[in-house]
């Protein structure tokens, strides 16, 4: 089983909890990380900055 998690619409001011988030998720083994792509915020550069603060 793959377990993965998904933050959801990334609006103003959420940055540190998603990011906490990730990085727990990253630390407990999980696989795969989601973000929803809304006007104003895409998912490829909100996944790119989480995947580049953590570690897999």
Same mark, same amino acid.
């Given at each position: 089983?793959? !377990?993965?998690?998904? !933050? =959801?619409?990334?609006g103003? =001011?959420?940055? =540190? &909890?998603?990011?906490?988030?990730?990085?727990?998720?990253?630390?407990?083994?999980?696989?795969?990380?989601?973000?929803?792509?809304?006007?104003?915020? &895409?998912?490829?550069?909100?996944?790119?900055?989480?995947?580049?603060q953590?570690?897999?």
């Amino acid at each position: 089983m793959r !377990l993965g998690i998904n !933050l =959801g619409y990334w609006g103003a =001011g959420m940055d =540190g &909890d998603n990011l906490a988030v990730a990085q727990e998720a990253d630390r407990l083994g999980y696989d795969v990380c989601w973000a929803a792509e809304a006007y104003g915020s &895409d998912a490829p550069t909100v996944l790119t900055w989480v995947a580049a603060q953590t570690e897999s």
